[in-house]
Nanobody, 113 residues
Framework: QVQLQESGGGLVKPGGSLRLSCAAS????????MGWDRQAPGKQRELVAR???????TYADSVKGRFTISRDFAENTLYLLMDNLKPEDSAVYYC???????WGQGTQVTVSS
């Protein structure tokens, strides 16, 4: 059974940085595209970043140039480095295995002064 567990969320001031981590159990982490979704209150969940099985990233326009997605195949871990955070980045962030269509439980990110 594949499980995803996020960590690294918290409260940060505008302009600050956070790094989210997603530990993936199971042996098929390396063959699937992975991504990070977020959902703010009253808004639809959106995919903000994805990385292919070969490590090629793509980003939503809203985070391009500020967020960096990466994956560590040896550690079965997905990362999201978020720089220059804005209040509108506040949301619950979910790790997603795009191939299997499963999500973790999410981690809260709040950007506020």
């Amino acid at each position: 059974q594949v499980q995803l567990q996020e960590s690294g969320g918290g409260l940060v001031k505008p302009g600050g940085s956070l790094r989210l981590s997603c530990a993936a159990s199971g042996s098929i982490f390396s063959i699937h595209n992975m991504g990070w979704d977020r959902q703010a209150p009253g808004k639809q969940r959106e995919l903000v970043a994805r990385v292919s099985a070969r490590g090629y990233p793509t980003y939503a326009d809203s985070v391009k140039g500020r967020f960096t997605i990466s994956r560590d195949f040896a550690e079965n871990t997905l990362y999201l480095l978020m720089d220059n955070l804005k209040p509108e980045d506040s949301a619950v962030y979910y790790c997603r295995n795009l191939g299997l269509g499963i999500w973790g439980q999410g981690t809260q990110v709040t950007v506020s002064s």
